[in-house]
């Protein structure tokens, strides 16, 4: 009989060279010679180096809180490499890539407690198009983002035995979100839904200590970040985690948007906002602008609160389907490949979820909705914001997780039984 903990670390191994030769694969596919593609969090992790500080120029103003600072701050470090750091960036987001990975196997090792499937999921998330390419092709922190989730609803899956047990469980799920507000504050809301669910599914004599134990997971996980608040606070007199935010707000809720971040054709939205409205944002400040988008949006939510309702049930669809500019900054082929896997995750996916529900027991259901509660409550965050499909990667790797019960059933109905003679004594 072959050992569990054996195979499920054999399996590991395989994950993570799956993931290798994908990204492997892709950057010969796309020529060793292409250099990365380099987005927003370069320009600030240059103006770093060259003694500017946390600095983006956006819309005529230097922004010096644009965007939570873990990424940035490490794409900064490797850019001091020789040759601007292209192979130490390469490579980082390779380990991030197979961490990803690694990391969606295990949790579905939780979830199933079976190492094949936890193998097929992390198989998944392996070749996850988004991840492979981001990885391969472009200076984003995607994998990183998408680790910290899963770093996050690992922890409160573990915290399922004994939700209101010992302390150590939930202040290890608090430095994990702690640490992840440093990078994308919206796994926050992942954490707050998986702990919904504990508190839900604890019996109600046990709900308080529950509570009391999530509000200090709460305060903790701030206090982590709380630096970077302090930081902000001293420069714009409140602890923002980013002054971006009304910004993407606006671009999400505005009589032009469509609920993304462009048109179909993928125009930014403000580009669509009358000429006075761009000279005002243009002449403004940081904060300024901050309080300027702030503004756009409440009067937009006011005054037409059923195209706001519109633009976010849109945003509810896009998260699970497609938004009306997808793929449009990408070739055909890479567009066709992804909408193809994404709908076969998809369709694996509920099919999935459902098998597990209706065969699993009490708290294997509970694992079960800690996984898409974590997922519910970032697609919550983008309902009312603004949505991208990048955004969704939390959702294609809790998929990913979910399709290995199917793929795992029909791999045991295809694999060939011993005779009965080979099996007698």
Excluded: C
Aim: a positive charge; aromatic letters at 12%.
């Amino acid at each position: 009989m072959s050992d569990p903990a054996r195979s499920f670390r054999t399996g590991l191994l395989l994950v993570a060279l799956v993931g290798l030769a994908a990204r492997a694969g892709l950057w010969l596919a796309l020529g060793p010679a292409a250099d990365l593609v380099h987005l927003e969090p370069t320009t600030i992790a240059d103006n770093m180096n060259t003694g500017r500080g946390f600095i983006y120029p956006q819309y005529g103003a230097d922004y010096r809180a644009w965007k939570e600072p873990l990424y940035i701050v490490l794409l900064a470090g490797l850019r001091r490499l020789p040759d601007s750091g292209e192979v130490g960036i390469r490579r980082f987001h390779l380990a991030l890539g197979l961490g990803v990975a690694v990391g969606t196997a295990l949790l579905a090792h939780g979830l199933f407690r079976d190492p094949v499937r936890a193998t097929l999921a992390g198989m998944l998330a392996a070749v996850n198009p988004f991840l492979v390419y981001y990885d391969t092709r472009v200076a984003y922190p995607l994998s990183m983002d998408s680790l910290l989730f899963v770093a996050v609803a690992l922890t409160f899956l573990r915290l399922i035995d004994a939700p209101a047990g010992g302390w150590s469980g939930w202040l290890t799920a608090a430095l994990v979100t702690g640490v992840a507000l440093w990078q994308r504050a919206t796994i926050l809301a992942a954490g707050l839904a998986a702990g919904a669910v504990l508190f839900l599914d604890a019996p109600r004599r046990m709900r308080w200590a529950v509570a009391r134990r999530g509000a200090v997971y709460l305060v903790v996980a701030l206090a982590i970040v709380s630096p970077w608040l302090v930081r902000n606070f001293q420069i714009f007199g409140r602890p923002l985690l980013t002054t971006d935010f009304p910004h993407i707000l606006f671009l999400g809720n505005n009589p032009h948007s469509n609920g993304t971040f462009g048109d179909q054709f993928g125009q930014r939205n403000i580009a669509l906002a009358s000429p006075e409205f761009q000279a005002k944002i243009s002449r403004a400040s940081e904060i300024e602008q901050y309080h300027i988008f702030w503004g756009e949006v409440r009067r937009f939510v006011t005054e037409s609160p059923g195209a706001y309702l519109d633009l976010t049930l849109r945003r509810v669809v896009g998260f699970f389907w497609f938004t009306p500019n997808a793929g449009v900054d990408y070739p055909p082929w890479q567009r066709a490949v992804y909408r193809v896997s994404y709908i076969v995750l998809l369709l694996l996916g509920g099919i999935g979820t459902v098998l597990v529900w209706r065969g699993a027991e009490r708290q294997g259901r509970v694992r079960a909705a800690v996984l898409w509660a974590s997922v519910l409550g970032v697609a919550a965050v983008y309902a009312l914001t603004v949505i991208n499909l990048r955004h969704r990667l939390p959702l294609e790797l809790v998929l990913a997780i979910f399709a290995a019960e199917p793929l795992w059933r029909v791999g045991r109905r295809l694999r060939p039984r011993p005779s009965a003679g080979l099996t007698r004594s």
